[in-house]
């Protein structure tokens, strides 16, 4: 899941907390709110876009690049599926 103005990350963590849902990345503009969501709930299941953008760099660049991606109005779009690389 991919919670896109997730502020503080309370509402995050409310929204999410079922079993169903088993990670939940949180982008936030706000640097102060990001940082204090990633302290606050940060773990497994609840990571920061920075922090799991970090972890996945290399196999995201190696998919990019990768001519399975397709160019759309300049940009270079990527679509993954569950248990795709």
């Known amino acids: 899941m991919l919670d896109i103005g997730c502020n ?9 907390s079922s079993e169903a849902v088993s990670r939940v990345l949180g982008l936030e503009y706000n640097e102060k709110l ?35 991606s397709t160019i759309s109005m300049g ?5 993954c599926t569950k248990g795709s690389e």
């Open 75 to 79: 940009i270079k779009m990527l679509t």
């Open 8 to 16: 503080d990350g309370m509402k995050t963590v409310e929204r999410f």
């Open 34 to 68: 990001a940082t204090k969501a990633q302290q606050s709930y940060g773990n497994e299941k609840y990571k920061s876009w920075a922090e799991w953008l970090e972890c996945n760099y290399k196999t995201l660049k190696r998919l990019i690049l990768q001519k399975k």
